[in-house]
């Protein structure tokens, strides 16, 4: 194990200031897959830390996922989590390939010419208010055409008031988060498995992480009543990791459910646009528009890089959100006004349409791998979305096939196991079939050979 | 004095609802300036509310400048404070003209022909990438065009690294707020008079005021030293509203105290681009880059619809901010691709310098009406920026010309006594000079005759 050095002085919380530095080596790759961390006894003699403090801090990185705790063996760093997703810039980074993450669509897709033609479009006919301060809740135009899509493509009960516009879901889900704890929520129950990355976000504005098990319906709701939690994240749709569409009867027992106890409901819908299978099914905000603030994003449809997602929030908590946000929006409003002229053109129909065709092909492939590889594979949430997950016999074979990815081929892997916040969950891979291209067929090849070598 | 409806059922802390739900009611024009406000008995017991937390609520709103209190008289909204900017969409608002109300750039002069030319460049070329996830502290392309930019016309100590990209100036404020009072500071000197928008994002991240006065010179560095104050918010290149630049002695000694006490200085270097009759100045930042935390937008040069600010950073600064701002941007990528490109092209200081011809003919055609209706007028801060503030000689004039200006012209101003945290502070109007043009002339007109008549 090699020393570590961190750079402590600033913060002067120690436990958080130690979380971040851990946090920091690891993102940044001078900590990697399987290395082991010294003994919290070690490291607090080194850094002049309560023993405590770093016992708490392992912990809580725990608890992200990003390291593994085991009673009498090392703290070793978990495989696949860390990854950098984004890279960033001027650090050093391996030269992992994550073909086969989730979460993103196919960068090379965006609609380029399309973009510019409204690009122009706009910029030839738009009011000079365009480029003042706007709106703090959004362009008048997006916000309108948005509720338009989201009552026809998702059948929601919204109007053009109850949009808001975000740079990003994690930004909505942080602001949201930020209000409900203003307001005297203290613990929000969640997916389990469900997203770290979310979790991570509830928890630093101080929400207590309530996890509830998940089955082939969807969140389990008499698990949900039995807790104290007055808020909600589920994902509905497409519940990641494990893929299940949540069933009509789990939700009307979660919407009576918010009703009775005064409980929001936080719907991330990240990725229903793509469904390849099955009939479309309604987001759970057109049943529970009272209870439920949704949330929806262009991330997945046209790139994250765009920056623009969306949050659509019941009567209720509108005042204060929009308090709490204050006089500046955080989304250019040349960009939302090519946005909604993109929409309303129907080059965004468009565009999912092609994309759907592009990813149930890539889809079919990733299948057919796992099928050439795997007796009877176990595969999961493949109705929908981009991501399917497959499982495996046990946590051995899971960390097994993350490392020999990485090892033989540079092909990082997530883990299912990690999405877990109650241990033991299911072992297994969330294996993401819309990045870029180039490589698509070549890791498939090499996943279903590490597979099939163990 | 009217019935006041307000709608409290959601928030919990009582207090906070009632400052929101007032906020919001003068904001949106239900409550008018001049309006006397219900007794804070007599509201305390309409809503049920302890009369303490009335008055709690109203000396909160006073402070931020909505409300003017007065022992043994009615709690008044104020004037000419208040006015929404921009109007909130949706919501009744009276026809104000904010013509001469600082704090926006010519809207109709964006440069659109060489924004879309740039637009089209980087659609044409840009790698995949600039649609994924990017780093969180901004495209590397554009953090180095404002590097280079800082350095070049501001003399910034700058690469890189130090820059983070956001979406306006109070996000990045607001962000700096939590930075700090997560890592222990608990008070925050302000210039006395300041930008009270700019205090109540300190004020919201639970940081406390230390007014400090201001004079020809800047801030007080005597008086700031003589507080507990552990950072300190300043506008050197051009006090807002006062207009001074600070001198080089005050600038080295406020360096001297951020380090002999280990104190954060924020330089808001708002419209520092702008400078009319006298050599520039360099910003405060390049004199004491280890303590200062450097704020500077687009939104003054190519207006805030943009959505595009930046942090320059102290090193020890940059982890803990990278750590709060979490895995995303807040700013689209293909608006910063497009946003560098511009800056290499050139395009920026050509806009500026048309824009500064601009600016310095309506600044002297406003001084000259000045002239036209008072006598030997006392104005302050017209060499550089995008306003001037002229003192009158008492509070009745003040209030008078604001109202006057609003009833028969519908003509809204700001009012310098509003910009003091400290009572009483010195009288006079601040005045924009670099909004939309069309009615720019009437409004000098109508401006001179209201001030002639008084």
């Not at 050095?5 to 002067?12: E, G, P, R, S, V």
């Not at 001078?30 to 003994?39: E, K, M, V």
């Not at 997916?191 to 979790?199: I, L, R, T």
């Not at 890089?305 to 204050?326: F, N």
């Amino acid at each position: 194990m090699r020393d570590l050095l961190l750079d402590l002085h600033l913060t002067t919380r120690k436990q958080r200031g130690l979380e971040a530095a851990l946090r920091d080596a690891i993102r940044s790759g001078r900590l990697s897959p399987g290395d082991a961390l010294p003994s919290s006894r070690g490291l607090a003699a080194d850094l002049g830390l309560a023993r405590s403090t770093v016992v708490a801090a392992y912990d809580q990185l725990a608890s992200e996922g990003y390291l593994i705790t085991r009673q009498g063996a090392s703290t070793r760093v978990a495989a696949g989590q860390w990854i950098p997703e984004p890279p960033a810039a001027g650090r050093s980074r391996r030269d992992y390939r994550i073909d086969l993450i989730p979460g993103e669509p196919d960068a090379s897709q965006f609609p380029r010419a399309a973009w510019l033609r409204c690009t122009r479009d706009v910029l030839a006919t738009a009011p000079a208010d365009l480029f003042a301060y706007g709106d703090p809740s959004g362009l008048g135009d997006l916000r309108t055409e948005l509720a338009a899509y989201l009552r026809r493509t998702r059948n929601l009960a919204v109007d053009a008031e109850a949009v808001i516009v975000v740079p990003g879901a994690a930004s909505g889900l942080g602001q949201l988060a930020r209000l409900l704890r203003a307001s005297g929520t203290t613990s929000i129950a969640v997916e389990d498995p469900g997203f770290p990355f979310h979790h991570a976000i509830l928890g630093r504005e101080g929400l207590q992480l309530v996890p509830v098990p998940v089955d082939a319906e969807g969140i389990d709701t008499d698990r949900l009543a039995a807790t104290a939690a007055t808020a909600v994240l589920v994902t509905p749709a497409h519940q990641y990791p494990l893929g299940a569409v949540m069933s009509p009867e789990r939700r009307a027992r979660l919407a009576s459910w918010a009703r009775q106890r005064n409980a929001w409901i936080i719907e991330d819908d990240y990725d229903a646009e793509f469904r390849y299978d099955r009939h479309p099914i309604g987001a759970l905000q057109g049943i529970a528009a009272d209870r439920v603030v949704y949330l929806g994003t262009s991330s997945k449809t046209l790139g994250a890089g765009l920056r623009v997602a969306w949050l659509v929030l019941p009567p209720e908590l509108r005042q204060a959100m929009a308090e709490q946000r204050g006089r500046d929006s955080d989304v250019s409003q040349l960009t939302q006004a090519t946005l909604a002229h993109f929409i309303a053109r129907g080059d965004l129909d468009r565009h999912i349409r092609r994309m759907r065709t592009l990813y149930r092909t890539r889809r079919n492939s990733l299948i057919a791998a796992l099928r050439s590889a795997l007796d009877h594979p176990d595969i999961h949430g493949i109705s929908a979305g981009l991501h399917l997950t497959v499982t495996l016999p046990s946590k051995a074979h899971e960390e097994a096939i993350i490392q020999d990815s990485l090892d033989e081929h540079r092909l990082a892997l997530w883990g299912l196991n990690q999405h877990y916040r109650t241990q033991p969950g299911a072992h297994g891979l969330v294996l993401g079939f819309s990045r870029a291209a180039a490589d698509f067929d070549t890791s498939l090849t090499q996943l279903a050979q590490v597979l099939h070598a163990h």
